[in-house]
């Protein structure tokens, strides 16, 4: 804009981009509890919790040009979580340019996963106990530690020669990412790079959670998995072709125990549901958000903030099992049969 065309807007008229950048959402006075938590995803006082924690390290430098305090950029983050959508955030917050959204988004998701040493870890020598006996409680398998599966986040084509890599068996492209939740749905530990091709074993096999069960850091603790991973004395999966009521009890008690990794995905999706509808940016920007995700799930169970749906909540449709491939007979005998033979004979 010209100085001469500013020079004859009225007292009452304003440029756009100034008059854009006055209108800003107070959602802690808009909104009660419960529909700043269905449009945010977390509650008033997590966010002001995030606010204590990060805030000092997003707040602007300046205050020319109206910038965007640490509170309005965590709102402006989790409102995008809560979309996948710039354009949402751009019409639902504060009318800011998209490149500004982007920028905020990206700033807060660093942040925000940059704390995953804090509250993303395997459960400590205290923690074990507690944690096997909640998994105990749900069906009689005994020193579970947690449940291990993967889910697959969408993604546009990355492009390149590479490509096809992200494409899944059900044909779109995603990251295949690997979760290990408590019985409590607390996740313990995440990977969240490789592509959607990749089986769910060579993710395990790859991981440093693996070197560190076959040192025997956790022993005798073990994971519980799905048919898609070997059996190993430190992860079990189900029997294939249970003979005897004792392997079906197995079956049975593993199946149900193992289930909070599913009920895990269904609800890290409808709090962030940017996890289900995909995301729309370049990979490398992806794992960091979901790690951000999955730091926000584990605050928000830290702090018992429940996830409140919006007026359309998701349908989390559960991955079918790619089975892998193993001498049965042998691993049953060596890895499962002491087991089954002192918790679920008779």
């Known amino acids: 804009m010209s100085v ?5 807007l009225s007292d009452n008229e304003t440029p756009l981009r100034s008059r854009r950048n006055d209108i800003k959402l107070n959602a802690f006075e808009k909104y009660d509890d419960k529909e700043f938590r269905a449009r945010f995803r977390v509650s008033k006082e997590t966010v002001l919790y995030l606010d204590s924690v990060i805030g000092s390290t997003i707040k602007p430098l300046t205050k020319r040009n109206r910038s965007l305090q640490p509170v309005d950029q965590i709102l402006i983050t ?32 660093e942040k925000i996963a940059n704390m995953r040493s804090l509250f993303i870890n395997m459960p400590t020598a205290e923690e074990r106990l507690e944690v096997a006996n909640d998994f105990y409680a749900i069906a009689g398998f005994p020193r579970v530690m947690g449940a291990i599966d993967c889910t697959h986040i969408k993604i546009n084509s990355p492009g390149g020669a590479q490509s096809e890599s992200f494409r ?23 990977i969240a790079r490789w592509p959607g091709s990749v089986h769910d074993s060579t993710i395990f096999n790859d991981s440093p959670l693996c070197a560190q069960l076959e040192r025997g850091d956790f022993t005798p603790m073990v994971l519980l998995g799905d048919s898609g991973y070997p059996c190993r004395p430190y992860l079990l999966t189900p029997i294939l072709n249970p003979r005897t009521p004792a392997e079906e009890a197995y079956n049975r ?83 499962r049969t002491p087991l089954i033979n002192t918790y679920f004979t008779g």
């Open 253 to 335: 008690s593993q199946i149900r125990t193992r289930n909070p990794i599913e009920r895990l995905f269904g609800v890290l999706k409808r709090r962030f549901p940017c996890l289900h509808y995909g995301l729309g940016l370049k990979t490398t920007n992806i794992p960091a958000i979901i790690v951000a995700c999955a730091v926000l799930h584990n605050i928000a169970i830290l702090r018992q903030d429940e996830v409140v749906e919006e007026d359309d909540p998701l349908t989390i449709v559960e991955e079918e099992i790619m089975v892998q491939p193993s001498n049965e007979v042998n691993q049953n005998f060596i890895v």
């Open 78 to 109: 989790l409102r995008y979580y809560a979309t996948g959508s710039y354009q949402r955030v751009i019409g639902d917050i504060f009318h800011i340019e998209q490149p500004t959204v982007h920028r905020i988004v990206h700033r807060v998701t």
């Open 168 to 190: 899944n068996r059900k044909g779109y492209f995603s990251l295949n990412v690997q979760m290990v939740c408590d019985a409590k749905l607390r996740i313990r530990n995440i």
């Open 4 to 8: 001469s065309s500013l020079s004859s």
